[in-house]
Each structure stands twice: as C-alpha cells, then as structure tokens.
C-alpha cells in the first residue's frame, strides 16, 4: 500500500535524523561531564593540599575520599572511620618521586571511583582524591531514558501525522484509481474524474482525462466505421446473394447471355467487395505504421505513380515541378541535385499519390489529361498558378492552414471532372463520403478518407477544391527535409 510504504519511509528518514542526533548530542555531553568531573577531582585536590600544607584536616564530602600515599606505599585515610581505596597501578611512582600527577579509575564492589594521584614533594609521598562517579551514572542513565522516551514519542507522532497527512495527499489519487476502476469494469468512458489540482496528482488527472478523451473519440471512430462499414457492406452483399439465388433457382435454364450477365455481376460486385474489404483493413490498421519518416524525392515519386497509371490506363499524365515564393525565400526551389526532399514514409507516400491519381482517373473524361504539380514553397505565400483549393485540413494544428515560414512541399492533383464544390471541401476526406453526382461510380469512398490519415500521421494537411479552368484539385502538404548545409 503507497500510503503505508511512504509513511514507514518518512518514519524510518526522522528516525534516523534523531539517532544522528542523539548520538552526536550524547557523545558532547558525556565528554563535557568527564571534563567537569576531571576539574573538579584537580579542584578538590588543589584544596585539600592547601589545607594540609596548614597543617589543618580537611573537611569531609560525602562523594569524595582523601587519602595520603607514603613513599613506602602506606595508604593512610584522611578522614577517620573510612576504609582504604585501592590506588591505580603508578600510584606509588608518584608517591615516591613526589612530583606529577595521574589520573585513573578503580571500581569498588559495584561503585566506580575517578581517581587523581598528586605528588606532595620529594619524601612527602602523594595526596590521592576519590570522587564516585555515581551522581554521573545516574546523570548518565536518566539522560539515555528521557531521549529513548523523547525519541519513540516523536516516531510515533510523525507516524501519526505521516499517515494523516500523506493520506490527505493521495487522496485524489484514490478518488482517480476508484474512477480507473469503475471505468476499467463498465467500459463507460464518460465516467468523470476528479476535480484536478495544480499539483503532480492534478497533472495526472488531467493525463488521465486527455487519455480518457483520445479513447472517447477513439470508440465513436470504430463505431462510426463500423456502421458505415455495414452500410457499405450490405449492397455487394445483397447483390452477390440476390444473383448467387437466381443461379441457384434457375438451374441452367437461363439463357446464356442472361448467365453471363449474372456471372459479370457476381464478378464485379467480388471485385467491389473485395476492394472495399482492403480498404477498410487498411484504414483501421495503417499497414505503414511500421515505417519512419525519411527523405524521400517527392518528384520521383509523383513520376513513378504516375508512369503506372500510364500503363494501366493509357492516359496522359504529366508531372511538373514548379518553385514558388519570394526568391532567396529559405525552402523554396529544389535542392543542389534537383530534387523535392519531403519527410515521409516510403510506402504510405506512394498509396497517397495512387488514391488521387485513382480518382483523377475515375471522375475525369477520359481523353482529358491529368497534371500532377509538385510545388516548393513557404507555406503562407502566394502559389503561382493554381486556384485556392480550400482550407488546409489535418496536421499538427487540425484543421487551417499551416503556420507561415515553415519549409514545405506541396503536391497538387488536377484533373478535369465536375471539380469539387466549396460545401464538399471538406467533406470529401471523411469515410464512406460520395458527392452527388458520385452515387453511381464505382468506388468505396474511402480513397481520401486514407489519404488525409496517412498525409496527418506525416505532420501533414490535405486540401481539395475546384482547379482555375474547372476540374478537381486535391493534394497535399509535407513538411521539407531541409539539406545539411555544405562545407566548402
């Protein structure tokens, strides 16, 4: 659990700040109280030697014993009625010389004695002063209890005030892992959060509700492709059936232009059906999702699609580099080799350009041609030749146009249809979308739709509308790779 596991370690972090401190506090204290018994052993024998160079006795302490040690190692009390103390090993050194001074410790059944030996003159043996070291002991012990006492008192109040307040913290979390929760169990993504705050946790609610929203929007996608879908579905379907029945019932009594025709119509709505089924796995799964972006030569690659749809169909295609924008403009023009350098990825590039050239195909007179125009501009100046197709859609920015200044390419189909109306500007990139006057022509409706999701995914826009001599316009914009420059 995070709240007990963050309070055991604030828990065991002021712990351990208060042993440090303890520690250090109790080593200072017990080197000040071991200098103070120290001066006053060196006190005490000062006077008491003053007293007996007076040739007076000097007066009893209760925690202090006197004792004079004679050259010849005699132990005589200066008090009457007081047994002898033990003298330190060197004692008797001293004594003997008369002159230094040592200081020891002796124990005394369970009593410990601090001990100062001082030398009294040549032939005068050496005053030996005792102090108990009992008062200090006691001093000692009642030190360690009180800081034991003060010590788990304090652990147990930032225990307590730990928990309360780290559980004060995680409390909006709580409230969001109960939200993950009831939202994880009845898969309702309109579940509410809680309020967000400015904090970490704010931010995470906020992430969560970003999340939550991407998902939202994610779910009515695949249920609005998946009802479309359907929709799209059910009329090869029903034409495949309808006539699968007719041949069923009819048993080879149709005539055999009435069974070929039946045969061409299972045939053509197989094809439909299974162009639709392709379509639609592609769409929902981006096959080219695996691929980075790279540099790619937008103009070679316009030109390669462009040089099968020749062979396929027969028609004209032709394909055109132009360079717009003020001269000395950074971006515009070829590169030093020529080429139209885009970031984008290799395969997704090439189906764009297919799906425009498909439809340029499908909804233009046959004997009219097709143009491909690959533009270098900065994107926000005027395009020479070619009408304005609209707004921009798609990108890092949605729908509008892309910010001015920034180095990009853009690739224009344009054909010689009916063109497209302003109204369906925008409406011709959504799924499963046909104009008015498209209803009878073959086709899913999802050749833009996969443009525009590919052309985004590539910090792209799409546009489309009506070309300046009528036709259909449709393209769109990649950002430039800019070429490292030179060093001469």
């Given amino acids: 659990m995070l709240r007990t596991r963050i309070t055991l370690v604030v828990v ?16 200072g204290v017990t080197g000040m109280v071991a200098d103070q018994f120290d001066r006053a052993l060196v006190d005490r024998a000062d006077a008491v030697a003053a007293v007996l160079d007076a040739g007076r006795v000097p007066a009893e302490r209760p925690d202090t014993a006197e004792q004079l040690l004679l050259p010849d190692g005699t132990v005589r009390p200066l008090s009457p009625g007081r047994a002898a103390l033990p003298v330190p090993p060197g004692a008797l050194d001293v004594a ?3 002159e230094g001074r040592l200081t020891a410790e002796t124990t005394v059944g369970d009593r410990t004695f601090g001990v100062l030996v001082q030398g009294r003159g040549e032939g005068h043996g050496a005053l030996v002063v005792s102090q108990d070291y009992a008062e200090a002991e006691r001093m000692d012990q009642e030190f360690l209890g009180r800081i034991s006492w003060t010590t788990a008192g304090s652990a147990a109040a930032c225990a307590a005030l730990s928990w309360l307040l780290i559980g004060r913290i995680l409390r909006p979390m709580r409230r969001l892992a109960r939200a993950a929760e009831r939202i ?8 509410a959060l809680p309020a967000a705050g400015r904090d970490e946790v704010g931010r995470l609610t906020l992430a969560f509700e970003v999340m939550l929203d991407a998902l939202r929007r994610s779910r009515e996608a695949q249920q609005r492709l998946v009802q479309n879908a359907s929709h799209e579905l059910r009329t090869p379907l029903t034409s495949v059936r309808g006539s699968a029945e007719l041949l069923q019932r009819a048993r080879g009594r149709l005539a055999p232009e009435d069974e070929e025709k039946i045969l061409g119509t299972l045939v053509s709505e197989s094809v439909a059906l299974d162009g639709l089924v392709r379509e639609l796995v592609e769409l929902a799964t981006d096959r080219q ?10 103009a070679a690659a316009a030109e390669d699609c462009a040089d099968r749809f020749r062979r396929r169909t027969g028609r004209v295609i032709s394909v055109v580099t132009v360079t717009t924008g003020a001269a000395g403009t950074a971006g515009a023009g070829p590169d030093r080799d020529g080429a139209v350098v ?3 990825r290799p395969r997704a590039l090439h189906r764009c350009i297919d799906n425009l050239l498909a439809n340029a195909v499908k909804f233009s007179p046959g004997d009219t041609p097709v143009a491909v125009l690959v533009e270098t501009a900065v994107v926000g100046t005027a395009v020479v030749g070619t009408a304005s197709p609209g707004p921009e859609r798609g990108g890092t920015g ?33 799924r499963f979308y046909r104009g008015a006057g498209t209803q009878s022509t073959p086709g899913s409706g999802l050749g833009l739709a996969i443009v525009h999701d590919l052309v985004t995914a590539d910090r792209g826009t799409v546009f ?17 790779a800019v070429p490292a420059p030179r060093r001469g």
């Fill in 12 to 27: 065991a972090a002021t712990l351990l700040a208060v042993v440090v401190s303890v520690v250090s506090s109790y080593r």
């Fill in 96 to 98: 003997r010389s008369g």
């Fill in 184 to 191: 994880s169990s009845t898969q309702d993504l309109g579940t």
């Fill in 289 to 298: 999702a695996d691929e980075d972006p790279v540099p790619l030569d937008l």
């Fill in 342 to 344: 885009v970031l984008a």
């Fill in 398 to 430: 949605g729908r509008g146009r892309a910010r001015p200044g920034v180095p990009s390419v853009r690739l224009v189909v344009r054909d010689h249809g009916p063109g497209i109306g302003p109204e369906e500007r925008d409406a011709v990139f959504d």
């Fill in 464 to 480: 489309a509308g009506t070309g300046p001599g009528g036709g259909a316009e449709v393209g769109f914009t990649l950002p430039r």
